[in-house]
């Protein structure tokens, strides 16, 4: 079956960088569209970004265009989140999620869901 396994995740001072990674396993990593999303306490789960299959067209939230980029290597099964000048408003779980297409679609047609890395922003 199809897995997602994040890593990353870690409490880090506001201004600083992360990057989470999402390894896949179970299918054909390339043919699918990937994405993040996160959720804090308190408040409703929302999108954070995604990849097209073939990495052409990525898409942000505009709460992170510009401070976070998505990337994805298909040799290691692996989608990337490359987060800059965090802020404590950043704080949250994040999720990786993956669609059964090679375009992404809405949260409610993601397919896939990990389990989540926990991202801490300190002021």
């Known amino acids: 079956q199809v897995q997602l396994v994040e890593s990353g995740g870690d409490l880090v001072q506001a201004g600083g960088s992360l990057r989470l990674s999402c390894a896949a396993s179970g299918r054909t990593f390339s043919y699918y569209a990937m994405g993040w999303f996160r959720q804090a306490p308190g408040k409703e789960r929302e999108f954070v970004c995604s990849i097209t299959w073939n990495g052409g067209i990525t898409s942000y939230a505009d709460s992170v265009k510009g401070r976070f980029t998505i990337s994805r290597d298909d040799a290691k099964n692996t989608v990337y989140l490359q987060m800059n000048g965090l802020k404590p408003e950043d704080t949250a779980v994040y999720y990786c999620?993956?669609?059964?297409?090679?375009?992404?679609?809405?949260?409610?047609?993601?397919?896939?869901w990990g389990k989540g890395t926990q991202v801490t922003v300190s002021s």
């Open positions: 999620v993956s669609w059964d297409s090679g375009y992404p679609l809405s949260e409610d047609a993601a397919d896939y």
